[in-house]
């Protein structure tokens, strides 16, 4: 799965206490998928058909979300175009009044659905990009034939107006594409280009050795990034997501834990971040038995590692513990092997000598071959 980018609106007022109302839903509503990435980030037990919300159920989740607050509905699976009630979903989302974003490869979007999406109001796609040519693309997407029917898509996309994110998922396999994958950007009329390093959790941390980047690779798309942003200034925007494993300090995950945004999963579990089912100690709600706005402001999980109260030392007399916010609990959890610990990411952590030997593990011989997420 692709990570939603972000789509600017403006900041509702309302509040409960202390905690504000999350900007941004993202709803999987199934992890069924026609492709097989190897970097998705959901998890090696995948949810079946059998267990997602409803048609109904989803279109009261999105009443719930915007009564709430939220204002931007990211709408992703797996592949969301697997579900048959897709326009009825994007419609009911509409009519709710949020601003529905669809992530999707692409794949099962024919141009008559394309038409019946547009008629109920998609307001914008997220398309995924496994590589700039057939071979690299069909390679990583484990979908033969899933680049010419992406470009398709794009195509019946541009062909309608609809505002495109190109979302490109880099590893060390197309990284060193990036100035082609620019390209295609601006050919394919998108107006945001999210240039996203691979996050290792689900599929992906089972590929980490296949997919790591060099330090070469990561510094010079670094350098690319800064240099296209200033060039496409007001033409193309970008959103940069650095590798986690060579940098200086932590990402705020979610932009904190529990304050701008919320995912749920497609049998209704709520979840601050996609991959927090990983710490164990947690206990999340459902929608079908909690509602979502009692969920959001006093469920024990969203309240876990809200703010900066929980921060063990460095991170509580840290300047940045306001801007990182301790980097990511499930990466701790991963790293350190304790939710609660310092993200190892973070040179000041105790931990940290762990990423340093990750490194030198996986850079020590050659990529292995991909393994493939299935249903």
């Known amino acids: 799965m692709n990570k939603p980018s972000p789509i600017e ?49 989803w279109i009261d989740v999105f009443r719930q979300a915007a009564d709430i607050g939220v204002l931007q509905l990211h709408i992703s699976g797996g592949e969301p175009a697997s579900r048959r009630d897709l326009v009825e979903l994007v419609e009911g989302a509409v009519q709710a009044g949020l601003y529905t974003n669809l992530v999707t490869s692409g794949i099962g979007l024919t141009p008559r659905r394309m038409d019946e999406l547009e008629k109920v109001g998609l307001e914008h796609i997220q398309l995924s990009l496994q590589g700039t040519n057939a071979e690299l693309a069909d390679r990583i997407g484990g979908y033969k034939g899933g680049y010419d029917r992406k470009m398709q898509v794009a195509a019946e996309i541009a062909k309608r107006g609809i505002p495109l994110t190109l979302n490109a998922v880099m590893h060390r396999h197309n990284m060193d594409d990036l100035e082609r994958t620019i390209e295609m950007a601006l050919e394919l009329g998108a107006r945001r280009l999210e240039v996203a390093c691979v996050q290792f959790h689900g599929w992906a941390l089972k590929n980490r050795a296949a997919l790591m980047p060099t330090r070469q690779q990561t510094d010079k798309v670094k350098q690319q990034v800064a240099e296209a942003q200033a060039r496409l200034r007001g033409v193309l925007a970008f959103d940069f997501v650095p590798p986690d494993y060579y940098a200086d300090f932590p990402k705020a995950c979610m932009g904190g834990w529990g304050s701008t945004g919320l995912n749920i999963t497609p049998d209704g579990t709520v979840l601050p971040c996609h991959v927090a089912q990983s710490i164990p100690h947690l206990e999340f709600d459902n929608i079908r038995q909690t509602p979502l706005r009692d969920i959001w402001y006093d469920s024990t999980a969203f309240n876990a590692y809200r703010g900066t109260g929980w921060m063990p030392e460095p991170c509580t007399s840290c300047e940045r513990k306001e801007i990182d916010f301790g980097g990511c609990r499930c990466q701790a959890l991963l790293l350190a092997g304790d939710a609660n610990a310092v993200d190892p990411v973070c040179s000041l952590s105790p931990d940290h000598g762990r990423i340093i030997d990750i490194l030198a593990a996986e850079m020590a011989g050659q990529a292995p071959d991909f393994t493939y997420r299935k249903l």
Not at 22 to 46: F, G, I, K, Q, V
Request: hydrophobic fraction near 25%; aromatic fraction near 2%.
């Open 9 to 57: 609106q403006p900041e509702p007022a309302q509040t409960k206490g202390t905690v504000p109302p999350p900007l941004a839903m993202l709803a999987e509503l199934t992890h069924r998928c026609p492709l097989s990435c190897p970097y998705c980030s959901n998890p090696l037990a995948l949810s079946g058909k059998e267990g997602e919300l409803t048609t109904g159920e």
